[in-house]
Structure formats: structure tokens, C-alpha cells
């Protein structure tokens, strides 16, 4: 048995390695290698690997990779990377406590779900359709991923261009201060609201005005850089100067954007790139994804039933259901005067 021992060990050395070089890199099918998100997952893993593998049992490599025993059940040392990997910001120093962390959580929730067994509420009807729509969800989600997979990335020229043709959002980006008033209106009030507006000299004499004549509104500010605009209204907010009003039609009446300052704080091309190589990768998969859904459709054969057959989309909605992970705005609803959507003002266009 002394002899075998050695080689038990250097067996464990072996798995502990080849678990270590599996995280530390992935490659993809372009052939690049990635550093993981997380590069404290490799100490969190050598250390629990580690003081498993101190046992020393007949069962060295299995041994290897489990971080406790709940009743008869394991927890390893891949669930607790799994988690990891889900936390972001984490830096090495802080990965092997947050691994102990994340440990004690998975105890407990192997705990939880033991005693739901013996009760057997994972047999509950409400129980299983959960389950079975976030299987769904996971497995769908998985297709989608492999789809975007197969989308090249933007070109330099491409992000060259996009560069340039934004300005707003780059050379002459700026940070704004804005101020919004949601008025509750009828069409017959906006000829007069307008007016004043227009004569207002700042829109606290508006705001006045709006309560002197008891019409409802809500008012909020906020301090937005460009890119944490709608992308939609970027160019039209970008046209306002220090001062100006827009007006815009909503639902419930009409909508004041009024820009109370703002001050240039430009972005070179070579900080923007990632972020527009980023955004624009993401375009492309929002795209293949609606492509690819639509010709699924296509090629399936759908039939609605019962009431659901009355105005039943055709192929043409093909796209609706795909997960998008990056689309482009739709087009505002404001006048065309303005170019401003009122309903999207605090959304940012998502490049980050």
C-alpha cells in the first residue's frame, strides 16, 4: 500500500492540472484563446482540490474534485466554479473566500432541495412546469448562442466608419443635463401648452404656468453622458444647445425635454473601439438570430388552434421571439421636428 500511494498522488497532481489548464483557458473555434472571466477561479480551485486530495483515500481522483458531502450527496468543485464564474469583478486575492462563500450556499441549498425531495414537492405540478419552462429557456438559449457564434466580427473599416458617422456620440460627445416634464394633456390643450413653452424664459416660468392652470404633470432630472441615451435620439439631443425645449407627443399628452447644460467631453477613436466593436458584434447577432428564427418558422409547419387562431401571425413575425442581444432602436415616435422619443429619454442604447 506505500508504494501505491505515490502514485495515487501524482494522479490527483495530474487531474488538478489538467482542471486548471481546462479554466484557465477556452479556446474557440477561431482558434484565439481567451483568459477566463475570472482568473481567481484557478486559486479557489487548486485550494480546494488541494485539501481533498490530502485524504488520501482509494477514491483519489473522485476525492479530488469534491468540496463537501451533504448526507449522501456531493458537492464538487466544478459547482462552486460555476458560481464563481457568475460573480463578476471578483480579483484573485478575494477567490478562495468567496469559494468557501459560495460553498456554504450550495450546502444549504442541497439541504433545501434534500428536504423538498422527502416532501416531494418535486413532484408538485407548479414544481415541474418551472422546471420544465426554465429547461426551455436554457436549452433555447444554448441555440441562440451557437448562432451568434457564427457571426464575423466588424471589420477595422467598419469601425472606422461607425466612429465617424456618430459624432455626437464620439468626437463631439458631450455630458448633459436634462430635465423632463410628463404633462397630462388633451389634443385641444397642446396648441396653448406650445405657446407657452415657446415664450417661456426658463422652465421654471413653464413649470408655473403648468400650475397656475391645474394641469398634472411629473418632473425629473437626470445627468446623461451620450452613449446613455436612446440611440434613436442621440443626434436630435445632440442639435440642442444649452437652453433649448423639445416637444413631444406622448399617449397621455406631451412630453418637455429641456437641456439645462451640458459640457464636451470627447472620445478618441482608439478608447471607442472596443465598445464599438462590441455593439456593432452584437447588431450582427440580433440580425442572424431574427434570420435564423424566421427561416425556422418557414420551414416548420404551425398551426394556432382554438382562439388563438383568430389574427394569427404569419412568417413575417419571424423574428419576435428571438432573444436580442443587441437590436437597433426602433424609430422615435416624436414629430419629426424634434426627433426625440419622450418614452425612451432614461434607456441607454447599450453600448458598453
Known amino acids: 500500500m506505500a508504494r501505491a500511494q505515490p502514485r495515487r498522488q501524482a494522479k490527483d497532481d495530474k487531474n488538478t492540472m489538467k482542471l486548471m489548464t ?4 477556452r479556446i474557440h473555434k477561431s482558434g484565439r484563446v481567451q483568459a477566463p472571466r475570472c482568473a481567481g477561479l484557478v ?3 487548486a485550494a480546494v482540490l488541494a485539501l481533498s486530495a490530502c485524504g488520501g483515500g482509494d477514491k483519489g481522483e473522485k476525492a479530488s474534485q469534491t468540496a463537501a458531502k451533504v448526507n449522501k450527496e456531493e458537492i464538487t468543485v466544478h459547482q462552486i466554479n460555476f458560481v464563481l464564474q457568475r460573480q463578476p469583478g471578483l480579483r484573485p486575492e478575494q477567490a478562495e473566500a468567496a469559494g468557501k462563500q459560495v460553498l456554504e450556499r450550495l450546502i444549504e441549498q442541497e439541504l433545501a432541495l434534500q428536504k423538498a425531495q422527502d416532501l416531494k414537492l418535486d413532484r408538485d405540478p407548479r414544481v415541474v412546469q418551472q422546471i420544465e419552462a426554465a429547461k426551455r429557456e436554457i436549452v433555447a438559449r444554448a441555440y441562440f448562442d451557437r448562432v451568434g457564434e457564427s457571426v ?3 471589420t477595422n473599416e467598419e469601425i472606422a466608419k461607425y466612429y465617424n458617422d456618430k459624432p455626437a456620440l464620439f468626437k463631439e460627445r458631450r455630458i448633459y443635463s436634462l430635465q423632463e416634464v410628463a404633462i397630462e394633456a388633451k389634443p385641444e390643450q397642446f396648441d396653448e401648452i406650445r405657446a407657452k413653452l415657446e415664450g417661456a424664459k426658463n422652465m421654471g416660468e413653464f413649470v408655473e404656468y403648468l400650475k397656475s392652470r391645474d394641469i398634472r404633470f411629473a ?13 434613436a435620439s442621440v443626434d436630435a439631443i445632440a442639435r440642442l444647445k444649452d437652453g433649448d ?4 407627443q406622448t399617449p397621455n399628452g406631451l412630453t418637455v425635454l429641456f437641456l439645462a447644460g451640458s459640457r464636451s467631453q ?3 477613436e482608439a478608447r471607442a473601439r472596443p465598445a464599438i466593436e462590441q455593439f456593432l458584434l452584437n447588431q450582427r447577432k440580433a440580425e442572424q438570430l431574427q434570420k435564423d428564427v424566421k427561416a425556422l418558422r418557414e420551414a416548420a409547419k404551425i398551426e394556432y388552434v382554438g382562439k388563438f387562431a383568430e389574427g394569427a401571425p404569419g412568417s413575417a413575425a419571424a423574428g419576435a421571439s428571438a432573444p436580442a442581444a443587441a437590436t437597433t432602436p426602433a424609430a422615435p415616435a416624436a414629430p419629426a421636428a424634434s426627433g426625440l422619443d419622450a418614452n425612451t429619454i432614461s434607456k441607454g442604447m447599450g453600448l458598453k
Do not use: I
Open 219 to 231: 418632473a425629473n432630472q437626470a445627468v446623461r453622458a451620450a452613449e446613455q441615451l436612446p440611440l
Open 266 to 268: 470627447p472620445v478618441d
Open 43 to 45: 486559486l479557489a480551485a
Open 152 to 154: 464575423a466580427k466588424p
Open 22 to 25: 481546462m479554466m484557465t483557458t
Open 245 to 248: 425645449s423639445a416637444l413631444t
